[in-house]
C-alpha cells in the first residue's frame, strides 16, 4: 500500500569547516529536522566518509520514523568542482573525495534519485526557489564563487568537467579565479583613497606565496590579478591592512579584538564592520575601495557573458559571511556600477534574510529536482512502452 505521510527531500551540506549538515525539507526554506556529521568523524578515505554519512542519515530517518516510500530523493551540495557523472573532480579541502561518486553511492544504497552540485550553484538555486526569476548569485568566502540561473532554474554553464584552463570557466560560475583585475587600473582606485597597490601586493604575496614570487592573473597574466585575490573575506581583510598601514592591528585598534581575531578572516570581517560604523577612516576607506573593485569586476563579467545572453539588468544576490558587510561596502559599489553604467543592482541574500541556510535550501531544491527528473524519465519509459503495446495499426 502507498504511504499516505507527505512525503519528504532530504538535502546534504558537505563542508570542510564545521561537518556535514543534513536536512529534511517539506518547504524547502522550513526543515522538518536537522542532523550534523562533525568533520571530526569524516574519517581519511572515501569510504569511511561515505559508511559514516549513510549512518548519520539512517539515524536522521530513524528518529522521524520515516517510513520507506516517504523519501523520495536527496541532494548533496560540496565545495570544489564536480565531473558532469556527479562525481568529485576537485575538492581542495577534501581530497580523499577527488575521482570518487558519492551522489551514486547514496542512490545505489537508499533507492531514490540522488542530485549533486557545489555549494555556489546551489545557494544561487535556493534564491531562485523564493525569487523565481534570472537572477546573479554571488557567494563570498575565502574566494568568489557564483552562479547564473535561468528563469527557468536552471544553472547556465556550470564548472563540469573542468580542463584546468582558466579560459575553460564562465565568468559567471567562477568569477574570482577568472575574472582579471587590471593592474594600472587598480592603482588609480588605490589612489583615490591614498592606499598603496604595492604594499597590496605585498601583503598578498607574504601570504599566498605564490609560486616566482608574483602575483598572476589568468592564464599566467602578469597585467593583472584575479579578482577573489580582494573580492573575498581574505580580501577585504588585505585592503584593511593595506589602508591601516600597521600590521599590530591589535594594538592599533585595542577595543576590537584579539591579535588571532585580526588574523582569521571571518572573525575580522566584523571588526572591519564595527570600524566602518564607527567611521574610522581606514575602514571606511577600505569598503569604498573593496566597493569599486566590485563594481570594475562585475562590468568585466557582464560584458564577457552579454554574448551568451545575460540581461543587462539582471539583479545580483550576494551570499556567504563576507557579504553581510553590504550595508557598508554596498553602496560604493552600486554608486560606481551606476557610472559604468551597469542596471544590475546589489541585493542580500532572501535565504538569509529569512534565517535559512542557502546551502541546504539548495541542496532540497537538488533533491526536488531529481525527483522531477526521475519522473520525466520514467513518464518518457512509460510512454515508449505505451506506443509499442498499440496495435500494429495505430502505429
Not at 555549494?119 to 564563487?145: C, K, M, P, T
Not at 605564490?210 to 602575483?215: D, N, S
Not at 584593511?240 to 600597521?246: C, E, Q, S
Request: with cysteine.
Amino acid at each position: 500500500m502507498q504511504s499516505t505521510e507527505p512525503y519528504l527531500y532530504l538535502g546534504i551540506d558537505i563542508g570542510a569547516g564545521l561537518g556535514a549538515k543534513m536536512a529534511l525539507f517539506r518547504d524547502f526554506d522550513l526543515p522538518v529536522s536537522e542532523r550534523l556529521l562533525p568533520i571530526s568523524e569524516y574519517g581519511e578515505t572515501f569510504d569511511a566518509f561515505a559508511l559514516a554519512l549513510i549512518r548519520r542519515i539512517e539515524s536522521l530517518l530513524d528518529e522521524n520514523e520515516v517510513r520507506p516510500g516517504v523519501l523520495r530523493s536527496i541532494g548533496v551540495v560540496c565545495p570544489g568542482i564536480l565531473r558532469a557523472d556527479g562525481s568529485f573532480l576537485l575538492v581542495a579541502n577534501l581530497p580523499h573525495l577527488n575521482g570518487r561518486n558519492l551522489a551514486g553511492t547514496l542512490e545505489d544504497y537508499f533507492k531514490v534519485p540522488v542530485a549533486i552540485d557545489n555549494d555556489a550553484n546551489a545557494g544561487g538555486l535556493a534564491e531562485w526557489s523564493v525569487l523565481r526569476y534570472e537572477i546573479l548569485y554571488w557567494v563570498f568566502g575565502g574566494g568568489w564563487g557564483g552562479a547564473w540561473i535561468s528563469r527557468e532554474g536552471e544553472v547556465r554553464f556550470p564548472a563540469l568537467d573542468w580542463d584546468g584552463r582558466d579560459e575553460s570557466l564562465h565568468p559567471t560560475n567562477e568569477p574570482g579565479y577568472s575574472i582579471g583585475l587590471d593592474r594600472p587600473t587598480l592603482k588609480t582606485l588605490f589612489g583615490e583613497v591614498s592606499a598603496s597597490f604595492e604594499r597590496f601586493e605585498r601583503i598578498v604575496v607574504e601570504e599566498l606565496k605564490p609560486a616566482g614570487g608574483a602575483l598572476g592573473g589568468p592564464g599566467g597574466s602578469r597585467e593583472t590579478i584575479r579578482a577573489e585575490v580582494i573580492l573575498s573575506g581574505p580580501g577585504r581583510l588585505r585592503l584593511f591592512r593595506t589602508l591601516a598601514g600597521d600590521d599590530e592591528l591589535s594594538e592599533r585598534f585595542p577595543d576590537t579584538g584579539t591579535s588571532a581575531a585580526w588574523h582569521d578572516p571571518g572573525a575580522a570581517g566584523g571588526l572591519i564592520s564595527k570600524l566602518s560604523s564607527m567611521r574610522i577612516e581606514a575602514a571606511v576607506n577600505t569598503d569604498r575601495l573593496y566597493g569599486k573593485v566590485l563594481a570594475m569586476a562585475t562590468r568585466a563579467m557582464l560584458r564577457a557573458a552579454a554574448k551568451d545572453g545575460l540581461p543587462d539588468d539582471v539583479p545580483i544576490c550576494l551570499g556567504g559571511k563576507p557579504a553581510y558587510a553590504l550595508p557598508y561596502f554596498g553602496p560604493s559599489a552600486q554608486r560606481a556600477m551606476g557610472r559604468l553604467g551597469i542596471l544590475s543592482y546589489l541585493r542580500p541574500s532572501v535565504i538569509d534574510e529569512r534565517g535559512s541556510n542557502a546551502n541546504l535550501v539548495g541542496a532540497g531544491v537538488l533533491a526536488q529536482k531529481a525527483w522531477e527528473k526521475a519522473g520525466r524519465s520514467r513518464g518518457t519509459t512509460r510512454s515508449r512502452r505505451a506506443r509499442l503495446a498499440e496495435p500494429e495499426s495505430r502505429l
